[in-house]
């Protein structure tokens, strides 16, 4: 079953508005979680690295005002996109790690993101 | 840095043909290698890692891959394409002590009948 929760599953807005979007690891604590965006017909590009107690690390060209990332406990991430623009329409894919180093990511089934 | 290539951003197979989607990697540093796929509006499923040990890994649904440090590839196969295989398929690279993976560009599986 699903180890990685991702909420909503999908969401349409209006220009200017804030949408947050949910990652929860169910039945692990994951200390670390991945944000990552996904355009249409291309790869994963992470976004920033969520880290429980602290500040995201954020990619390079990733307005982090914009995406506000909070990690609040070892369970839950969440990413704000902040006054949305049309070009931030995409696929927004959270994952965390369960266990030490080197295992698998799980990935949550995914936000589709609308702006209008 | 670490890349990762795939060849060909689809590929076409018949039911019961094999499968072969390409993966080479760039690392300087030995990789940790990931295979997922990714079914349409949904999150990655992982199908085999490899990390150290055989070099020859299965995974789930029949998919296997074989890791050759010489040709700097992760190549995975099927022997026999099921219809529920179509998907989007995702390699990807870390280094050992890191999480952040670094993905290809993903190639579509079409199976036809």
């Known amino acids: 079953g699903a180890v990685v929760s991702q909420h909503p599953s999908w969401v349409i807005c209006k220009s200017g508005t804030s949408v947050k979007i949910e990652c929860r690891s169910l039945d692990f604590q994951a200390t670390t979680m991945f944000w990552y965006r996904q355009f249409p017909k291309q790869s994963l590009m992470l976004m920033a690295t969520?880290?429980?107690?602290?500040?995201?690390?954020?990619e390079q060209g990733v307005e982090k005002d914009k995406f506000l990332i909070n990690h609040a406990s070892l369970t839950l991430s969440t990413l704000t996109v902040t006054s949305a623009h049309p070009e931030d329409s995409s696929f927004y894919i959270c994952?965390?790690?369960?266990?030490?180093?080197?295992?698998?990511?799980?990935f949550g089934n995914g936000t589709r993101l609308t702006v209008t | 840095a670490q890349s990762v290539t795939q060849l060909g951003s689809h590929v076409s197979v018949s039911e019961g043909a094999l499968v072969l989607l390409r993966c080479n990697y760039s690392s300087s540093v030995p990789p940790y290698l990931f295979w997922y796929v990714q079914y349409p509006n949904q999150g990655l499923q992982l199908l085999l890692k490899?990390?150290?040990?055989?070099?020859l890994v299965k995974g789930i649904n029949g998919f296997e891959a074989e890791f050759k440090k010489s040709e700097t590839s992760f190549h995975l196969t099927k022997p026999s394409a099921h219809m529920s295989d179509a998907a989007e398929y995702f390699c990807a690279v870390t280094s050992p002590g890191y999480s952040t993976l670094t993905f290809g560009k993903g190639t579509m599986l079409l199976v036809s009948p």
């Open positions: 490899y990390t150290t040990g055989a070099t």
């Open positions: 994952s965390a790690e369960r266990g030490g180093g080197n295992s698998p990511l799980h």
């Open positions: 969520s880290n429980e107690g602290s500040k995201a690390t954020y």
